[in-house]
């Protein structure tokens, strides 16, 4: 093994692991298109794309090229009180990229940050309006909004992964999706008991993801809208995985026809290479912080935000979207995914198959052996890693067929292997 290998295993702390129980990470020393080159020499086939960031695959060389020059010309500096062309660039980009009158972009450098300065949008926004009491946030059933302290109040705290810090969160309101026309009424009965409260509803539009992948149509998305506007109550698309191409249009919100008064982004924004967050704003959420009083300004300013490099890279990450077919490669997989992965219903041990864009999922029932998996994959030269009760996929959108169906008869084998040992 290399030196800093055995070295630094002793001295890093792993994201979403027992560190005394999971297999031993996989050493990467370089990837290109869909594929992950390990020290061994081995190839995977990435089926996730980086958790859900490399959309337009490893090592794109337009990317590649405009962060170099980047570099050379300015790598960062702050952002307050002094602006640079990529950010200013990419912010009008995103702005007409976006639905309706979602033009004002803040940039910070993760998506747990976008979605924070969301909710601080949406409370001041009514602040400044004259009504401080609306401060709580309505969130779904299965949703994930990212690991800080605000954020992880508005994952399920139930079953999630943050049920830990339960007591140190604030307190908000968990609604189950309106999936039916009682659900749709307690929805807004929910919005309509608690609306001088409720500053905002947070919503992943159509795919719900590392709550558990779950799925809603465009008819809920477009009722969430609708109540959200009769009730006052303003409406937070966290696009930060489904953004980019992922569900089959750029937004997911487009499907729905509905135009959120903030979205967050972030994961495939700078294709997979730095990192990169926006939370974008409608013009009466911006118009709504002007005014003669310093105290009505928004108070947030990370000390990376807006990164040029990471700006750089997100702006040639739209070029590339502008040049290159992706969402014609989406609708492809799309229709292999559900080709390849509908058998997996007849293997035992398997609750539900679903598939939206270049996302297959298929969901397990009985118990999980999650190491069992996230160790069989690598070994059939796919890198999958399923959370939960789900395997999932989520491949660069310039996977070839050949490698997706790498990929999908690897995830039917080892969920045929897990059956055979099912009691
Ligand atoms: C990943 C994710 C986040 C959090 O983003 P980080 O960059 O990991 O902080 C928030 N919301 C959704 C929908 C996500 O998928």
């Known amino acids: 093994m290399s030196d800093w290998l055995t070295r630094g295993l002793d001295h890093i702390w792993l994201p979403y692991t027992q560190m005394q129980t999971a297999p031993a990470p996989l050493p990467v020393v370089a990837a290109q298109g869909a594929r992950i080159r390990l020290a061994d020499g081995r190839e995977l086939i990435d089926g996730i794309s980086s958790w859900w960031t490399a959309c337009h695959g490893y090592r794109h060389p337009h990317i590649h090229q405009a962060v170099e020059a980047q570099l050379a010309a300015l790598p ?12 200013l660039r990419l912010a009008a980009r995103l702005a007409a990229l976006l639905p309706g009158d979602l033009e004002r ?25 004259g009504q401080a009491a609306k401060q709580r946030i309505v969130y779904f059933r299965h949703g994930y909004h990212g690991d800080t302290f605000a954020t992880m109040a508005l994952c399920d705290s ?27 009424t307690a929805f807004d009965r929910v919005l309509a008991t608690h609306a001088e409260r409720i ?11 590392a709550g558990g992948m779950r799925m809603h149509d465009a008819a809920t ?38 135009v959120p008064d903030i979205l967050c982004l972030s994961k495939a924004l700078t294709g997979g290479t730095l990192p990169l967050a926006a939370t974008v704003a409608r013009r009466h959420v911006f118009d709504a912080f002007l005014g003669d009083d310093p105290a ?20 040639a990450s739209l070029d590339v979207f502008e040049r290159e077919p992706r969402l ?31 996302i297959g999922v298929v969901e397990l029932a009985g118990r999980v052996d999650l190491n069992a998996l996230r160790r069989r994959f690598p070994e ?7 959370f939960g009760r789900v395997v999932y996929l989520m491949p660069p959108f310039v996977v070839t067929p050949g490698e997706l169906a790498t990929l999908t008869a690897a995830v039917r084998q080892v969920l045929a292997e897990r059956a055979a040992t099912l009691p």
Not at 199 to 209: K, M
């Open 380 to 386: 059939l030269g796919v890198w999958l890693r399923p």
């Open 158 to 184: 139930g079953e999630g992964m943050h049920a830990l810090f339960a007591g140190s969160m604030p307190d908000q309101i968990v609604a189950e999706l309106p999936g039916t026309s009682e659900m749709a």
């Open 105 to 129: 972009v803040f940039f910070t450098e993760s998506g747990s940050v976008a979605v924070e300065v969301a909710l601080k949008m949406a409370i001041q926004y009514w602040r400044n309006k």
């Open 221 to 258: 998305l477009g009722f969430i809208a609708d109540t959200c506007r009769r009730h006052d109550v303003l409406l937070i698309a966290d696009e930060i995985m489904t953004g980019f191409g992922r569900t089959g249009r750029m937004f997911a919100c487009e499907e729905a026809g509905i």
């Open 296 to 315: 009505a300004a928004l108070m947030h300013g990370p000390t990376y935000m807006a990164n040029a490099l990471a700006c750089a890279a997100a702006n």
């Open 76 to 87: 960062h500096v702050m952002f307050a009180g002094l602006v640079h062309e990529p950010a």
């Open 199 to 209: 500053a905002a509803v947070i919503i992943e539009p159509l795919v719900q993801g």
């Open 328 to 358: 014609e490669q989406v609708a492809t997989i799309e229709a292999q995914l559900r080709a390849e992965l509908e058998p997996c219903r007849d293997i035992a041990g398997v609750a539900d198959v679903r598939v939206k864009g270049a």
